[in-house]
């Protein structure tokens, strides 16, 4: 895990360093002009030579005058001591006013996690729930919709299905209020107010989320327990007359939950990874939210890297609880350095 994230700083280090550098040269063109206002010279030899000089430290302080396979080594070091350094725009961190990269990020992170944690919980506790009785009725109405839904449902884009909502549910019904940039704070508002206006904020995303992934959760864990009802031993249990519900929940389930526990962390970090149009549609301040104002709006590579480090950090992550999960729910699966195949 280490090992792959580390090549993985490397090759951001690698393929930003010329957007970081141009940055730089503008920061540095920029604090160049203004000392050089402040000053009065004698002659413009003495300004050229001012100019050079102050030019030449400031490229040694950004370490501009060093090589770019030391300046990208410097930049990845950096970056996994998470020193993002400061955001170059007016971007600031909403809680605190910092432009502390780090500090932005973290004020952001939290919601995308929020929103996108709580669907995933909803929409795999259903997709379980569902695809267990498809299964168990294999070729029935049930079984069948949902084969139609999951397909249909997948297919369509989150943002798009998020806009149709958003049509109905705010401005034909006029159910929930318009998406709003403006969070909720518990410290003005109360705890029991603050709770309130999030869960109203969280209702619109939360269903959407839940429509356009619920539906291939629930097929993929149909498929997966159609297979293992035809394995010789639920027939078995089955035919000694060991009641459903256990053959079920006891034998069948078990079996089946690490590749649908694995499918559902990867579909969460997927849909974090991949939420940036979705919140921008919803107005939902996270990453997706940071980043796009990042690229769009103000061009700020240090907020660029800082995000897509922490969102490589969580795939990495993400992989390594997906592998323990399934050495845990399968003993059948050795985990560890030393495990032996064979014998």
Same mark, same amino acid.
């Given at each position: 895990?280490?090992?792959?994230? $580390? ?14 550098? +141009? ?20 002659? +413009? ?55 502390? $990269? ?30 267990? +009785? ?40 006029? @159910? ?42 629930? @097929? ?19 035919? +000694? ?18 590749? $649908? ?83």
């Amino acid at each position: 895990m280490l090992i792959v994230l $580390v090549i993985v700083v490397f090759i951001l280090s690698a393929a930003y360093s010329t957007m970081a550098e +141009k940055e730089l040269q503008g920061i540095i063109d920029q604090k160049l002009r203004g000392e050089m206002q402040e000053k009065n010279f004698d002659s +413009k030899e003495e300004m050229r030579e001012f100019r050079n000089r102050r030019r030449a430290e400031l490229r040694s302080r950004y370490n501009l005058d060093k090589p770019r396979y030391l300046r990208v080594f410097y930049s990845a070091t950096d970056i996994l001591m998470l020193d993002f350094g400061n955001a170059q725009s007016d971007m600031t961190a909403p809680s605190s006013g910092s432009s502390d $990269v780090l500090d932005i990020i973290m004020d952001y992170l939290p919601n995308t996690i929020l929103l996108f944690t709580t669907a995933a919980v909803i929409y795999t506790s259903l997709g379980i729930a569902v695809g267990l +009785k498809a299964a168990q009725r294999a070729g029935s109405k049930l079984d069948k919709f949902l084969s139609l839904f999951g397909m249909t449902a997948s297919s369509m884009p989150m943002w798009w299905v998020g806009m149709i909502a958003i049509l109905i549910f705010v401005f034909t019904l006029g @159910w929930l209020p318009a998406p709003s940039p403006q969070f909720p704070s518990m410290e003005e508002l109360g705890f029991a107010t603050y709770l309130q206006e999030l869960l109203t904020k969280m209702t619109l995303p939360l269903i959407t989320i839940v429509f356009v992934l619920f539906g291939g959760r629930a @097929w993929t864990t149909r498929n997966i327990v159609t297979g293992i009802l035809q394995d010789d031993y639920i027939m078995a249990a089955r035919a +000694k007359g060991v009641p459903e519900r256990k053959v079920i929940y006891g034998h069948t389930l078990k079996t089946a939950a690490p590749p $649908v526990i694995t499918s559902a962390i990867m579909a969460l970090l997927m849909s974090v990874g991949g939420a940036m149009i979705s919140e921008i549609v919803f107005a939902w301040p996270g990453m997706g939210m940071l980043l796009r104002r990042a690229i769009f709006t103000y061009s700020d590579v240090q907020v660029i890297l800082g995000i897509s480090f922490i969102t490589a950090f969580l795939y990495v992550f993400g992989y390594y609880i997906a592998d323990l999960i399934y050495g845990f729910l399968d003993p059948r699966v050795e985990v560890g350095a030393g495990s032996q195949v064979g014998g």
